[in-house]
């Protein structure tokens, strides 16, 4: 069965009208003219239980509105939307027991309470027995290495600290989706590792559903074998992460070190994309010869002193999908 | 219901934080009784006013001037900072009900008020100007039960002003608004039996009353026993009929929740 499903779902927004100038602002107290703007286009997709799916679009692509509706806290304007069986904002209560949320910009800690005192409060707000709260709360600060700092109220916290602390929260009364909006942004790597690694085991062994926002790639990589990529509201990508690549991603970049300036290269399909000094990289678009054969027509005309291929990573394959996007919606 | 009281606890701790507040409140509420009490000895003097003495308008402002301070009408500043600050998402997305969680986190505040600046300053008014004893036992208790009605009430206009400014996306107005409604009808500054008798009619008709001149008036012995109980119940009804009000706006304040940033 379907854990989330979402069908035609859509959300606006009113934006009033402002006027310009004082003259501007005494007209908006008596005028009420806005306009819609559309957060959320008729999305339609599912998730199964257990799956990791990293949700992902550009700033304003609906991101956040679409967590906040599955979290039962933001009303849809149309279509449906049903997250364990039950329209999310009518039961806000009964979903938020069994969803575990968290915003990586937005802190849901006690500020001025210690750690552990916020998971205690923690512990009565979701009702977790005892025994159960025990066994979670142990695994948390184990891999997430919080004893260190359990004392400390959280306002004293680092944010690296501080968001471990919050995924540990959203863990702990066992819950079967867990939103993360964001949860890596402005963490340095090691803070970043650590949290990957424990989604990828809470999902892979607790069976977790795991849904997540970013702008890291490298989180989708590590932890979501699918993604669903949206842009302006609309869906644009529900499918595996090797299978994008693979659509988009048939483009090479090759770095070639020449012995001295080869001036301009004239071979077709070939775009210089970045040079430093006699190291220079080429973007080389899909074509009928390999990329072996288009290095050799340039190795037979100039000096190359090294080459190397470098397949396309996740996030320029995400890169050339947002310029299509943005290319498309010029010319549409 | 040990959840909610966990946050009226959690309030009550986080005050102690500011225990250097007390003393300004020591101070403020003494003087603000100081003044007021100086103003019925110029007025009243050695007579009565209207069947009043000195000795039960002294005793009306210090049960007025220490009630304002356990109300709890302020909670709409609390609201509309999570509304602006869009904090509000993460306290709608614990599995617990949100305006009773502003009650029992309010009522943590109340109750740190009772204790660090309210008994105190009782005393000290108490003991400097003099303070009447209740009319009767009756009066006493009916006198603490007009309390939690006090808190109650004031508990729903304030977070009925915090729904309504879902609409307005500003609350300043509104509770400015309510402050002043407050101040006259309630009838903590002026007894209501001074109003003008078309006045006396209006406040009758709010339910403002409730927060100041009611607790007052009963523990004087200026509500008759057999009024008494019709006042409680008229109190009642207020609180049931905001509550149902709170209720309906509530569900459609929701749908218009915006929450802002991120």
């Known amino acids: 069965m379907d854990i989330i499903s979402v069908q035609g779902l859509t959300r606006t927004y009113r934006q009033y009208k402002r006027f310009p100038g004082i003259m501007g602002s005494m007209r908006s107290l008596f005028t009420r003219e806005y306009t819609e703007e559309l957060a959320v286009r008729e999305l339609t997709f599912s998730i199964q ?57 937005r802190s849901q800690l006690w500020w001025d309470l210690p750690v552990n005192d916020s998971f205690d409060l923690h512990k009565y707000i979701y009702k977790i027995p005892d025994a159960t709260f025990e066994k979670n709360l142990a695994f948390c600060l184990d891999m997430l290495a919080i004893k260190e700092f359990i004392h ?84 644009v990508y529900d499918g595996s992460v090797t299978a994008l690549r693979k659509k988009l991603g048939n483009e090479r970049q090759v770095v070639i070190e020449f012995r001295e300036e080869p001036g301009l290269i004239d071979v077709p399909g070939v775009t210089l994309l970045q040079e430093e000094g006699l190291r220079k990289t080429y973007l080389f678009a899909k074509s009928e010869l390999s990329v072996f054969e288009i290095v050799s027509q340039i190795a037979a005309n100039y000096y190359i002193e090294d080459v190397s291929i470098e397949q396309a990573d996740i996030e320029s394959v995400i890169r050339r999908l947002y310029q299509q996007l943005a290319a498309n919606r010029q010319i549409g | 219901m040990r959840t909610y009281v966990k946050f009226t606890a959690k309030a009550f701790s986080k005050q102690l934080a500011y225990r ?33 003495t000195l000795e039960q308008m002294i005793t009306y402002s210090i049960i007025n001037t220490l009630l304002l301070a356990l109300l709890l009408h302020g909670i709409s500043g609390k609201v509309d900072e999570s509304l602006k600050s869009g904090s509000i998402a993460s306290e709608l997305i614990k599995p617990i009900s949100y305006p009773l969680f502003l009650l029992f986190d309010g009522l943590g505040n109340t109750l ?31 006198f603490l039960l007009a309390l939690l009605l006090a808190l109650l009430i004031s508990f729903l206009l304030g977070y009925l002003i915090s729904l309504l400014a879902f609409w307005f996306m500003n609350h300043f107005a509104l509770s400015w ?82 929450l802002q940033g991120g």
């Open chain 1, 49 to 105: 239980e257990g799956e990791a799916v990293g949700y992902l679009g550009p700033n304003g692509a609906g991101k956040s509105t679409m967590i906040k509706m599955m979290s039962g806290i933001l009303v849809p304007t149309s279509g449906e939307l049903h997250v364990l069986g039950r329209v999310p904002h009518l039961a806000r209560k009964e979903n938020a027991m069994q969803i575990g949320v968290v915003f990586g910009q």
């Open chain 1, 152 to 235: 400390k109220p959280v306002r004293q916290l680092s944010l690296g600290q501080r968001m471990r602390v919050e995924i540990a929260m959203a863990l702990l009364h066992e819950p079967r989706i867990l939103f993360l909006d964001e949860p890596t942004i402005g963490l340095d790597v090691m803070a970043k590792d650590q949290i990957r690694q424990f989604l990828r085991t809470v999902n892979r062994e607790k069976k977790v559903t795991i849904v997540l926002t970013t702008h890291d790639m490298k989180d989708i990589e590590e932890i979501c074998p699918r993604m669903i990529v949206v842009n302006k509201g609309e869906l």
């Open chain 2, 20 to 52: 250097s507040e007390v003393w300004l409140r020591l101070i403020g509420n003494f003087v603000t009784v100081l003044i007021q009490v100086e103003i019925w000895r110029a007025v009243i003097g050695s007579e009565r006013i209207e069947g009043v």
């Open chain 2, 112 to 142: 740190y008020q009772l204790v660090f600046t309210v008994a105190p300053s009782l005393l000290i008014a108490s003991l400097y100007f003099g303070m009447m004893p209740p009319a009767s036992w009756t009066h006493l208790f009916a």
């Open chain 2, 177 to 258: 608004m309510l402050g002043g409604f407050i101040t006259i009808f309630s009838g903590a500054f002026l007894p209501i039996w001074f109003f003008p008798s078309s006045w006396i009619t209006v406040a009758n008709l709010l339910p403002f009353q409730y927060m100041g001149y009611v607790p007052a008036a009963i523990y004087l012995g200026n509500i008759t026993t057999q009024e008494l109980w019709q006042v409680i119940a008229v109190g009642l009804g207020w609180i049931a009929g905001l509550l149902i009000l709170v209720q309906w706006l509530w569900t459609r304040a929701v749908k218009r929740l915006v």
